[in-house]
């Protein structure tokens, strides 16, 4: 998914899982050859060799990393739904002020699976230097996170997309930020496309309430 300060995060393909390692470990592409760590890209499917330890904590680290092969060069969903939530974090930023959590519900998002959702919250909320949680309206509503009688998120912003039309090179969604009944802002009627191995996306509408 990222590389961060000389570690990998990587998303657990069949788990939800998030884990790390040190980038100091040998690296091999798919055709067995050793190539340079510089050879990974976000997106890739690899095989991760390890002495079997996975240390305790968020995301978890692989103990004792011995090799990374790469299998397959796959498209960087994640780095794609963190530019669409980057493109709507950056508009009306008056209502980002004082944010101390970013909120996600994507429930919706079908072609990410569950570790790669917690690799976009959790990549998300760092570049942001916030805290990260998951759940929906009603979810958060319960936990006391959004007063629902006064429609407001006091510390918080909710990320929420809409899914239909999901093909292997294409998508449309919509996707808001929410603070509150009165701050909110919309990217509706989107269209995703795969060209040539790249996903760019249009708005089709913008919306603010």
Known sequence: VRLYD???????ADSSELYRFSSEVKVYDPKNRAVGSEYLKA??????????????????????????????QGDDMVGF???ILNDLWNVDQGL??????LAFDLTAVENLNESEKAA??????????????SGTFDELSEQGYID??????EKGMLFSFELSDVTEDSFRFNVR???????????????????????????GSEAIS
């Open 177 to 203: 930020k929410w603070r509150s009944g009165t701050g909110a802002f919309f990217f509706d009627d989107c269209k995703a496309v795969k060209t040539d191995g790249v996903w760019s996306y249009t708005v």
């Open 96 to 101: 980002n002020p004082d944010t101390g959590v």
């Open 148 to 153: 629902q009688e006064k429609l407001y998120f």
């Open 6 to 12: 000389g570690s990998f995060l990587l998303a657990g």
């Open 120 to 133: 976009l919250m959790f990549s998300m909320s760092r570049e942001h230097n916030l805290a990260d949680i």
């Open 43 to 72: 997106g890739q499917n690899v095989e991760i060799g390890y002495s079997g330890l996975i240390l305790e904590s968020y995301p978890a680290q692989i103990g004792t990393p011995v090799y990374v092969k790469v299998n397959s």
């Open 81 to 83: 739904y963190q530019s």
